[in-house]
């Protein structure tokens, strides 16, 4: 079907075996060659399939055009064999263009302080400076670690000599350079050494405890990009936009409804250009949209793709009324050799060994680390029984806001409904007190609002 259902304006397929100078003239046009002479994977054939690739705004959006005009709700085995074979080079050449033309802006670029298109379309400019000669964070890190090769701002040439640093040395120094911490706290250093050597690594840890440090450490220290599962968008969200504040080029992905092809399409073309680090995803992304999976075999043939679990332990406790959860094992059925970290504040021992068998994971290659300590002395927990007449709760948790007035506080309500009347019957009752109200029907726009008032 890929050989005939898509034309050029000329009625030539994707595939053709027709030399005449409008092609030529089209290819290297499109594909920027100077010179016809040139051998590019020494086949017309296949600068003439990218040419028209780079035509129609990127792959994903062509293999969909595709799909719709032949009328099938899916491809075939075979076409997706071929598909998957397939590289994000039409979004890399779109990228470097608008680099090259001071015109390229980061996904991410509303999330960095006064960012300007002009001045900071290069990944490393875009960051705040941490060092004399205008570098920041990760590619200081780079040279000091002596990684010249992965500098963000190639421009940039080193000098002196290289380091050899061995593991324990680079994740120190990752851990200094973007964090500031000179020390790790127990269990911290295993953990990251393990992961990185290799291992499917659990790792429980107490809520507020830097989950977020052991996987920027490993993806910092791996080559290629790390897919960090998530459970909540919002969660998501945050943890980008903390990221980002660190100086971690990364992005998130979701459905194609929810974000739409251009956002998506950006997204890729900094995937493609070796930007960005670590790339945020949705269950059901991952687990249910072919031409994603497609994407990750493309990463896990070169050796570059990397996972990571967040609140692992929803694969036991949400499974039955979320899908996705139960269908994880297709990351070690899809891509067996790469490593697993599972990250949880809330597991036992019982719990670590159900996760394992149920992700498909060797018990040979898997270790289970704990932190050191889950006492957590700033937090108090005090119950208050619910009283059943709706106005005297209402009073009840004015109360109880009124008696924390310096603090944000979260109300959490079992369904959407509930949080809608709750809203709706405290506003009024609390004119002084900023409200707002978050569930999974309210848009992007309106939860960025809600969290930076």
């Keep these: 079907m890929l050989l005939t259902i898509f034309k050029l304006p000329i009625q030539q397929s994707l595939v053709t075996h027709h030399r005449i100078a409008y092609n030529e003239a089209f290819n290297r046009k499109i594909l920027r060659f100077v010179d016809k002479r040139i051998a590019f994977w020494a086949s017309y054939k296949a ?38 074979k397939l590289e994000l080079i039409p979004y890399k050449y779109k990228a470097e263009e608008r680099i090259r033309t001071n015109s390229f802006y980061p996904s991410f670029a509303k999330l960095i302080t006064d960012f300007d298109v002009i001045i900071k379309y290069q990944g490393c400019s875009a960051f705040q400076k941490k060092t004399v000669s205008g570098l920041c964070s990760l590619c200081s890190l780079y040279i000091s670690a002596s990684w010249w090769d992965r500098l963000l701002n190639k421009n940039y040439t080193p000098s002196g000599e290289k380091n050899i640093l061995d593991l324990k040395e680079l994740i120190k120094l990752a851990v200094k350079k973007i964090f500031g911490y000179d020390h790790l706290r127990e269990g911290q250093l295993e953990a990251i050494e393990t992961y990185l050597n290799g291992k499917d690594t659990l790792v429980s840890i107490k809520t507020g405890g830097g989950k977020m440090l052991y996987y920027v450490i490993c993806t910092l220290i791996f080559e290629g990009i790390t897919i960090v599962v998530s459970s909540l968008k919002a969660l998501m969200e945050d943890q980008k936009q903390e990221l980002i504040q660190l100086g971690i080029p990364c992005v998130s992905i979701y459905a194609n409804t929810i974000q739409g092809r251009s956002e998506q399409e950006k997204i890729f073309e900094e995937i493609a250009l070796g930007f960005t680090k670590i790339l945020f995803v949705t269950l059901e992304k991952l687990c249910l949209n072919k031409e994603f999976q497609n994407f990750i075999s493309n990463m896990y043939d070169k050796a570059k793709v990397h996972f990571v679990i967040d609140e692992a332990h929803c694969i036991l406790s949400y499974g039955n009324f979320r899908e996705s959860w139960k269908n994880l094992g297709l990351l070690k059925k899809n891509w067996p050799t790469v490593p697993i970290m599972l990250l949880t504040t809330t597991c036992t021992y019982k719990d670590a060994q159900d996760i394992h068998t149920s992700l498909g994971i060797q018990s040979k290659n898997f270790a289970m680390i704990w932190d050191s300590s889950f006492e957590r002395k700033e937090i108090t927990i005090e119950i208050y029984k619910r009283r059943d007449n709706c106005e005297i709760f209402s009073n009840d948790l004015i109360d109880l806001i009124k008696k924390h007035k310096r603090s944000r506080i979260i109300i959490y309500c079992a369904t959407q409904s509930g949080c809608d009347d709750l809203f709706v019957t405290l506003q009024p009752l609390l004119p002084e007190k900023s409200l707002g109200v978050y569930h999974g029907e309210i848009g992007d726009e309106q939860w960025q609002i809600i969290i930076s008032d």
Excluded: P, T
């Excluded at 792959?59 to 064999?81: C, G, P």
């Design 47 to 84: 600068r003439h399939a990218l040419a028209i690739i780079d035509n129609n705004e990127g792959l994903n959006w062509m293999m969909e055009d595709i799909r719709e005009a032949a009328k099938v709700n899916k491809f075939s085995v075979n076409d997706q064999y071929n598909i998957s």
